[in-house]
Nanobody, 130 residues
Framework: QVQVAESGGGLVQAGGSLRLSCTVS????????MGWFRQAPGKEREGVAVTYAGPGSLTSYYTYYDDSVRGRFTLSQDKPKNTLYLQMNSLKPEDTAIYYCAAAPRVPRNISDADGFPYWGQGTQVTVSS
C-alpha cells in the first residue's frame, strides 16, 4: 500500500519562508517521480515543482518548476528516505493554497499534470498574508 505523508504548512507573512516535507512509502522501486501541486480556492490543481527520472534511467533526475515559483522555490530530495522537500522563499499572497505531494511509479507523460500522478497526500495549507 502506497502512502504519502506531508508536513510543514502554515501561516507566514509575505516575503517569508516555509519548508514542506513529503515522505512516500510502499512504492516497489522507490519514489522516483515526486512533486508538489497546489490548489487555491476556485482554481484547478496546478503543478508547482516536480522531480522525475530521466528516460530509461534511475540515476539521472530532472526538475520542473512552474514559472510562477522558479527562483523562489527549491526542491531537494533524500532518496534513501524517499523524502521530498520544498523550500519556499519570498512567499507571496498568491502562493496561498493547499499544497499536495504526489508520487508516480513511472514518469508521467506531462509532469506538470496532476492526472499523471496516482498517489497523493492529504494536503497541507499554506497561507501567505500581505
Amino acid at each position: 500500500q502506497v502512502q504519502v505523508a506531508e508536513s510543514g504548512g502554515g501561516l507566514v507573512q509575505a516575503g517569508g519562508s516555509l519548508r514542506l516535507s513529503c515522505t512516500v512509502s510502499g512504492l516497489t522501486y522507490g519514489a522516483n517521480n515526486m512533486g508538489w501541486f497546489r490548489q487555491a480556492p476556485g482554481k484547478e490543481r496546478e503543478g508547482v515543482a516536480v522531480t522525475y527520472a530521466g528516460p530509461g534511467s534511475l540515476t539521472s533526475y530532472y526538475t520542473y518548476y512552474d514559472d510562477s515559483v522558479r527562483g523562489r522555490f527549491t526542491l531537494s530530495q533524500d532518496k534513501p528516505k524517499n523524502t521530498l522537500y520544498l523550500q519556499m522563499n519570498s512567499l507571496k499572497p498568491e502562493d496561498t493554497a493547499i499544497y499536495y505531494c504526489a508520487a508516480a511509479p513511472r514518469v508521467p507523460r506531462n509532469i506538470s499534470d496532476a492526472d499523471g500522478f496516482p498517489y497523493w497526500g492529504q494536503g497541507t495549507q499554506v497561507t501567505v498574508s500581505s
